[in-house]
C-alpha cells in the first residue's frame, strides 16, 4: 500500500530541491507542446509572458525546447505522442506546457490522445485546477467570491480506455471499463489534503479582510458510490482512510462527501461552499469544465498535471478549430498554467508576479477576447500582461 509517509516526504523533497535550485538561480528549461489549434497560439504568449519576467523575481536563466505531438501530428506521422518528444521531457526539461489537443469524438485506428498518454508516461497522477473569482456568477444570477481548487486523480477510471464493441442478437452493444485503484486513490487523497494545508497556510498570510475563504480548510471528496459501490466505493474509503490515517490532517482539515450529481448542483448554487474538491478522473475532468462557467470562461481557467518529480501547465480549453489561426483565443489560461508551472518547481515569486499582472489586466475591464464579450487580440492580451510585468 502507498503509505501517507512516503508521499509527503516526496512532495517535501521535490519542494527543498526546487526551491534550492531557484535560489541558486539554476537555468530552468521548459518544453513547449502547442500540439494542435490554438495551442499554437497560447503557448507562444505564455513564452512571451515568461520571457518578460522582470530578474528580480527570476534570478534563472530560462531555456525553452519545441516539442511535437497532437492529433494533427498523428494525421501526418501515425503517431501522437512521438518517442522524441517523452525522451526530451524526460532528459532535457525541468517542466513544459501543452497547449491543446483535437481528439475525434470518433475512434480512430491507432489513436490515443497524447495529453492522456503523457500524463500516464510521466506519472502526472493529479490534475491541479484553481476556480477564482471576487465576482463568479451563479445560477441564481447572484455574484459571489470563490476560491476552489479542484484535484482530478489523472491516470485511471475511464480513462483507461479500454473498450470493446460487440456483436449481440439484438446487435450491437459497447463496453468500456473502468478501473479504480487503491494506489492512485490513496495519492490523490494525499495530495488533496496536503494542499488544502498549504492554501490555509497562504491565506493566513493575508489580512482577513482579503481572505475569500474565511474558515478551516476543507476537503470535499466526490463520488457516486451509492450507484457504483465497487468502484467508487474503493475510491471514497481510499481517499477518507488517508484522512483518518494522518492526526495533523484530522486536526486541522474538515471532510466532507458529495454524490457528484449534487455537487454539479451545488458547484453552481452555492460555489462558496467549497475549498478543495478531490474527484476520479472522469468526474474530475466534469466538475472543472462546468466550474470554469462560474469565472466567465474556459480561456480563463489554468491547471497543472502534477507528479512527484514533473509539471506540464496546460489550459483547460481545448483546441477550438473554428477560432485557430483567427488571434483571438483567449491567452489567460496558458499564462496562468504557465505560473503554476513556476510555482510548482520553485519560483513562488515569479509565478506571483505572473498571477497579479494577469488580475490587473482583467480588472481594468478593458482588454478582453471575444470569449469574455471583448474584441482585443490574443497578442493584445499578451503584451497588456507583459507590460503589467
Known amino acids: 500500500m502507498y503509505s501517507a509517509l512516503r508521499s509527503i516526504q516526496n512532495v517535501a523533497r521535490r519542494a527543498a530541491s526546487t526551491t534550492a535550485a531557484a535560489a541558486a538561480g539554476k537555468p530552468l528549461t521548459i518544453g513547449l507542446i502547442p500540439a494542435d489549434g490554438i495551442g499554437r497560439e497560447v503557448i507562444p504568449a505564455a513564452r512571451q509572458v515568461l520571457e518578460a519576467l522582470p530578474s528580480d523575481v527570476m534570478p534563472a ?3 525553452f ?6 492529433f494533427e501530428y498523428f494525421q501526418k506521422h501515425g503517431v501522437a505522442l512521438p518517442t522524441e518528444t517523452l525522451a526530451a521531457l524526460k532528459s532535457d526539461c525541468d517542466g513544459a506546457l501543452f497547449g ?13 490522445s497524447p495529453i492522456v498518454g503523457l500524463r500516464k508516461q510521466m506519472d502526472l497522477y493529479a490534475n491541479v485546477r484553481p476556480v477564482i473569482s471576487g465576482a463568479a456568477a451563479t445560477a441564481s444570477g447572484e455574484k459571489r467570491a470563490i476560491d476552489m481548487l479542484i484535484i482530478r486523480e489523472n491516470t485511471e477510471c475511464l480513462y483507461i480506455k479500454e473498450e470493446e464493441l460487440v456483436d449481440g442478437a439484438d446487435g450491437k452493444y459497447a463496453i468500456a471499463k473502468r478501473r479504480i485503484s487503491e494506489f492512485a486513490s490513496r495519492r490523490a487523497g494525499e495530495m488533496a489534503f496536503s494542499m488544502a494545508l498549504q492554501r490555509d497556510a497562504m491565506r493566513q498570510q493575508l489580512p482577513a479582510s482579503e481572505r ?7 476537503v470535499t471528496i466526490v463520488h457516486k458510490s451509492n450507484v457504483l459501490s465497487v468502484t467508487d466505493g474503493l475510491w471514497r474509503e481510499t481517499v477518507r482512510s488517508v484522512y483518518e490515517g494522518n492526526p495533523e490532517y484530522k486536526a486541522r482539515v474538515d471532510i466532507e462527501e458529495q454524490l457528484v450529481d449534487s455537487m454539479v448542483y451545488r458547484m453552481f448554487r452555492e ?7 478531490v474527484a476520479p478522473n472522469m468526474y474530475g475532468d466534469i466538475i472543472s469544465d462546468g466550474a470554469a462557467a462560474l469565472v466567465g470562461s474556459l480561456g480563463l481557467v489554468p491547471s497543472a498535471n502534477v507528479g512527484d518529480s514533473f509539471v506540464v501547465g496546460e489550459p483547460v480549453h481545448g483546441s477550438a478549430p473554428d477560432i485557430a489561426g ?8 496558458a499564462i496562468r498554467s504557465a505560473a503554476m508551472l513556476l510555482e510548482r518547481t520553485g519560483y513562488g515569486s515569479a509565478a506571483l508576479a505572473i498571477y497579479r499582472a494577469v488580475d490587473k489586466v482583467l480588472a481594468t475591464g478593458q482588454i478582453k477576447t471575444p470569449d469574455l464579450g471583448g474584441k482585443s ?5 499578451t503584451e497588456a500582461v507583459c507590460k503589467q510585468l
Open 61 to 63: 536563466k530560462l531555456n
Open 65 to 70: 525546447v519545441n516539442l511535437d505531438a497532437g
Open 100 to 112: 491543446a489537443v483535437s481528439s475525434p469524438s470518433h475512434k480512430v485506428a491507432g489513436y490515443s
Open 212 to 218: 475569500t475563504w474565511a474558515g478551516r480548510p476543507k
Open 271 to 277: 460555489p462558496e461552499a467549497f475549498d478543495v474538491v
Open 326 to 333: 483567427k488571434n483571438i483565443a483567449n491567452p489567460v489560461a
Open 377 to 381: 487580440t490574443t497578442s493584445e492580451v
